[in-house]
């Protein structure tokens, strides 16, 4: 099976992986959302370090795209 063959079998299931990447964000922001509401320390420390990985994603793919477009 080659690479081409590969990719063809996964475009089938297009749809299936946008609305997983939406089910990831939405328990993302309910995670964060937990941690906002919770009365412990540990649930606003996990809050923070989420958001810190959040934006260290956000911004690596800030710089990736800069490269691609030059």
């Given at each position: 099976m080659g690479l081409g063959a590969i990719i063809d079998s996964l475009n089938k299931y297009e749809g299936l992986f946008g609305k997983l990447g939406l089910l990831t964000v939405l328990v993302f922001?309910?995670?964060?959302?937990a941690g906002f509401t919770s009365g412990l320390t540990v649930g606003k420390v996990m809050t923070t370090?989420?958001?810190f990985l959040a934006l260290l994603v956000i911004y690596f793919a800030?710089?990736?795209?800069?490269d691609l477009n030059e």
């Open positions: 922001l309910l995670l964060v959302v370090i989420l958001l800030y710089e990736v795209n800069k």
